[in-house]
């Protein structure tokens, strides 16, 4: 592996950082709790202490610290929040501050339960540098959801009709689940949210610009989606259960337990959801001869139903060996299963709109994913400066699915044709990664590391033809693919504050090398690809306190998105009798540059405009295959240009109502071809908003919702306007220890999914509807009582340690 460029580019960047910056005037607030270990996420308010007036508010990182610049001469408070911890205030500080640091312990919620429930009324929203932070639970409304139902309702995020995520208006987001890839696209990824509680989850990150730190994967960056792990010291746990009823029901159960004493910490949460679900597709395709009149018509309506059942099991032990080492192991297993079916009419017309031809198709479905986990983690502070990780990952996913279709002419004499098929997929994955970390004074930090990654993958597609007498095997369609990658990668990032700017510079150097074999059968050849490239990515930001209340911010990244290896595998998936999905192995990564300029006035107001280039941009393609088959895949098509502008608000009205609003303005153009030259463009605007309100000490209620106008992630297909409304209440009961939430969401059923594709030769008009109108009651209860508190140096590993993904 070369790595000259990386090494060069380093040395410049430590010669120019370590030539010497005056020290900004700061003060930083640490939090601690009763053990001295620092805790990440506290919001840190700043208020005038005559008023208690908000001048600017901090997220604590992951080293406990929020650092602010010193404000006007006058005198302040610090107030420090978090949930599951008694609030704190600190004494009058005054302005210029004589001291640069101050340490808050905060104290663990014990029986003073009622007050944990107003403390817990976190922000649904809360924004650091270069992440959006969503409290999951904040929000009456995410009651009795799914991972996927949190993501399409949270700010910038929106998920199209194949379960396809955008962030802020790019496409092609990197989805990891504790800092870990889930190494899924597609329909598995899509499954796998699909069957997740959102109960599980304490928080999902929407990170924009990520760091040298993490992978490069991602042109829209990063979805981290964090799961819930208790740090009490004792036996605690909760229980929670909701029912939900749209046309079929919900039922999503969760149990979380923890048990922390002296050097251990052991934890367990297990989820099962029962789900019933239905899709409906009707679609009109329109075939045009050469002089571009209309030849023929398909009209066909489809109706898809199905049982989801998803369980998952995550558990693992933390050994405090020592003050400076921390020893971890956790343990995940996920089992999900959908099957269902669908019936489908579609009717040939001709050219005046008369059917010739009637045909009915039923299909059956059997999909089923286990995934195990094995992660084994270290964390040893060196010294009071050095700081050394290391994490181990091993990932097995098992997934199978089953197929069948029946075709059947609706006339008399008509035939009965058919296929049925076995898919199943195994991957193995390995994850190796050691990062470490160097302070130099208070303001300078260095970060470096690196990463080994292997994904194994073997598919296999057999295909069986029914003539409507016996089956027979179908060789042009089975297939069996092997496919293995490789991924090594280096990074270093320096951070520093100087004046009244903070900046950080880094870069990152992957090399890719990955090899597919698609086997051969009786009638067709193997057939063998390959590719070996390494990158460099650069990344970094430089922010500007310009006073108290404003600051500015200027961030930059390069990233790739490598085509998923399902994506590479050129089998053949039957999506019904007259359209089909293939792989591409000719499918090249794409890259892209992205620049972000932030304006934020306190915690009231963000204001982003962004840009974004896309080289060898990913796009849905869709080819004509004879005189009726349309077969869908994705590939290169060109370049995408997309301009955005990003306006977020925080604002309490009344000490009862607070409100949390964006909205998300993009310009897209895309220039590609695919078999001619396209060109398309389109002004899109998501907007979300987000009402809580205090009615009483127990109760709240929640008004939400989101609409997105007309809008293109594709070369050939724009998609129509679609949104929906929320709401929500939640009362406090068995004195603080229990919850009841009643929610309804899309109230007005109007989040159906409609557009246009284009392609050549033909377009297709599409309407999709969910069972997405769904009324659901949740259950919480809250168990188990702290220890008292041992005290601890505050050199020991943090509970909660970073675990990176591939």
Do not use: C
Request: avoid cysteine.
């Amino acid at each position: 592996m070369n790595f000259s460029k990386f090494i060069l580019v380093q040395l410049v960047l430590s010669s120019f950082f370590f030539s010497g910056f005056s020290q900004d005037k700061t003060i930083k607030i640490l939090v601690i709790d009763a053990q001295k270990k620092a805790i990440e996420n506290v919001t840190v308010q700043l208020l005038l202490a005559n008023k208690l007036t908000l001048i600017k508010a901090g997220i604590t990182d992951k080293n406990g610290i929020a650092a602010f610049t010193e404000p006007k001469a006058n005198n302040y408070i610090f107030k420090i929040s978090a949930i599951g911890f008694v609030t704190q205030q600190t004494a009058v500080v005054k302005s210029p501050f004589n001291t640069n640091s101050m340490t808050i312990n905060l104290v663990a919620a014990d029986k003073n339960l009622e007050d944990v429930s107003v403390i817990g009324k976190k922000q649904f929203i809360q924004r650091a540098q270069g992440k959006t932070i969503v409290n999951v639970d904040a929000a009456v409304t995410n009651t009795g959801t799914t991972v996927l139902e949190v993501l399409e309702k949270s700010p910038g995020v929106t998920v199209d009709r194949n379960g396809g995520i955008s962030l802020q208006g790019k496409s092609n987001v990197l989805v990891m689940i504790d800092d870990k890839q889930t190494y899924l696209s597609g329909t598995e990824l899509n499954n796998l949210l699909s069957n997740m509680s959102s109960s599980q989850v304490n928080q999902i990150e929407l990170i924009t610009n990520p760091s040298a730190k993490y992978d490069a994967s991602g042109n829209a960056g990063i979805i981290n989606i964090k799961t819930r792990k208790n740090k009490q010291e004792g036996f605690n746990g909760s229980i929670i259960t909701s029912f939900g009823h749209g046309k079929y029901h919900k039922n999503n159960n969760s149990l979380m337990l923890n048990y922390r004493k002296g050097r251990f910490n052991s934890f367990a949460n297990y989820s099962v959801n029962l789900n019933k679900s239905f899709t409906n597709i009707d679609a009109y395709r329109r075939y045009f001869d050469n002089n571009e009149n209309i030849s023929a018509v398909l009209d066909q309506s489809s109706r898809f139903f199905g049982k989801n059942h998803g369980h998952l099991l995550k558990t693992g032990l933390d050994f405090y060996a020592s003050e400076k080492t921390t020893v971890g192991l956790t343990l995940t297993g996920n089992l999900s299963n959908r099957d269902g079916g669908s019936e489908a009419i579609a009717n040939w017309k001709n050219s005046s709109g008369q059917i010739d031809s009637a045909i009915a198709t039923y299909s059956t479905t059997d999909f089923k994913l286990k995934n195990g986990a094995i992660n084994l983690n270290l964390k040893h502070t060196i010294n009071k400066n050095q700081e050394l990780s290391a994490d181990l990952d091993i990932l097995k996913y098992i997934i199978d699915n089953n197929q069948t279709f029946t075709n059947k002419l609706l006339a008399a004499g008509g035939y009965i044709r058919g296929s049925q098929a076995t898919i199943p997929s195994d991957l193995r994955i390995f994850s190796a990664k050691v990062d470490h970390n160097i302070h130099f004074g208070k303001n300078q930090k260095l970060e470096s590391g690196f990463k080994s990654s292997s994904i194994s993958t073997d598919n296999i597609a057999a295909y069986q033809s029914y003539d409507g007498t016996t089956f027979s095997e179908d060789l042009n369609k089975s297939n069996h693919f092997l496919y293995q990658e490789n991924i090594n990668a280096l990074y270093s990032s320096f951070e520093t504050k100087f004046d009244k700017f903070n900046a950080q510079a880094g870069l990152r150097y992957e090399n890719t090398n990955y090899k597919g074999n698609q086997l051969g059968n009786r009638i067709r050849p193997d057939s063998t690809f390959s590719k070996n490239y390494g990158n460099l990515f650069p990344s970094g930001y430089i922010s500007y306190a310009l006073d108290s209340l404003n600051t500015f911010s200027l961030t930059a990244s390069r990233r790739i998105d490598r085509p998923a290896y399902q994506r590479l595998n050129p089998f053949v998936f039957i999506i019904n009798k007259y359209t089909y999905q293939r792989g591409n192995p000719f499918f090249l990564p794409q890259y892209s540059w992205n620049l972000e300029l932030t304006h934020q006035f306190k915690q009231v107001l963000t204001t982003t405009v962004s840009y974004s280039v896309i080289k060898d941009y990913f796009s849905q393609l869709f080819l004509s295959e004879g005189t009726d088959i349309l077969v869908y895949t994705e590939g290169n098509v060109g370049r995408m240009h997309n301009l955005g502008l990003s306006i977020a608000l925080q604002v309490a009205p009344f000490k009862w109502w607070s409100v949390n609003a964006q909205s998300t303005f993009n310009y897209k153009k895309l220039n590609g071809y695919q078999n001619i030259n396209y060109s398309s463009s389109v002004n899109q605007l998501l907007s979300s908003l987000n009402n809580q309100f205090t009615i009483n000490k127990g109760l709240s209620a929640e008004i939400s919702g989101f609409y997105i106008t007309t809008a293109r992630n594709d070369l050939q297909e724009l998609l129509y306007p679609t949104g929906q409304l929320s709401a929500g209440l939640s009362q406090s009961i068995l004195k603080g220890k229990g919850s009841l939430k009643l929610s309804a969401r899309d109230i007005f059923y109007t989040q159906a999914m409609e557009g246009l594709t284009d392609f050549p030769g033909a377009n297709e008009y599409f309407t999709l509807t969910r069972d997405s109108r769904v009324v659901n009651l949740a259950f919480t209860y809250r168990f188990g009582k702290p220890l008292k508190a041992v005290k601890r140096s505050t050199g020991g590993a943090a509970d909660e340690i970073n675990r990176a993904g591939r």
